[in-house]
Structures are given as structure tokens and as C-alpha cells.
């Protein structure tokens, strides 16, 4: 049987921690981005994307063979990633090799990846 959680039954209202942090919450734009953060991240095309780059450096043919798409739709999700600063590419002769644009970003799909796994 699982875990039942109660909500709080409580009638008081600390009203100095409401209004402080209401004044923080209105539209803070540091918020609004991490939500762009993490409105990237959902996306399963990407995830796979980082989940490849997170093991090799690639170009998009090897990977557009691997996720079984074009180049173009591959393309498309390369330069979503790269706009929000989560991969960055070098060229090299007629190709492109794409991969994390920070350890940042890196770890932070790294945690993310462990966190869930311990639920499987």
C-alpha cells in the first residue's frame, strides 16, 4: 500500500514569509528562465540528443543515423540546444561536430539521470 500524505490542516498564515517572497515571485525573470531551463529539457528528442552527447562528441549524420531521423530534423533540435547555450559545435572541415556547451549542463542532466534512475 502506498504512502499517504496529508496536506496541511493549519489556519495560520505567516504573513511576513507570504509577502516576501510574493514580491520575489512577480514575474522574477531569473525564474522565468530557469523555467526556459527547463522547458528545453522536456522535450524527448533533445533529452536523447544530450543522453548521445553525454557519452561522445558527435555530428549530426551519425547522429541523425542513430535517433532515426533527417539531418534537418535533427538540425532543427541542434540548434534549439545550442540557442539556450546547452551545446556548442566546431567545425571541422565540411563537418560539424556538436557537444555540452559547460560541465554545467553536463552535470546537471548527470544528476537529473541518476535521480530518476533510482526509481526503476
Known amino acids: 500500500m502506498g504512502k499517504v500524505e496529508k496536506g496541511c490542516d493549519c489556519r495560520i498564515l505567516h504573513e511576513d514569509i507570504v509577502k516576501m517572497f510574493k514580491r520575489g515571485f512577480n514575474q522574477n525573470p531569473l525564474l522565468l528562465k530557469l523555467a526556459d531551463f527547463f522547458h528545453i529539457l522536456s522535450d524527448n528528442t533533445r533529452i536523447s540528443i544530450l543522453s ?39 567545425k571541422r572541415g565540411k563537418e560539424i561536430f556538436y557537444s555540452y556547451a559547460s560541465d554545467e549542463v553536463r552535470d546537471i542532466f548527470e544528476i537529473a539521470l541518476n535521480h530518476i534512475s533510482k526509481d526503476l
Open 52 to 90: 548521445v552527447l553525454d557519452q561522445n562528441e558527435i555530428c549530426v549524420s551519425d547522429l541523425s543515423s542513430i535517433l532515426n531521423m533527417t539531418k534537418s530534423a535533427v538540425s532543427h533540435q541542434l540548434r534549439i540546444l545550442k540557442d539556450a547555450g546547452f551545446v556548442k559545435c566546431e
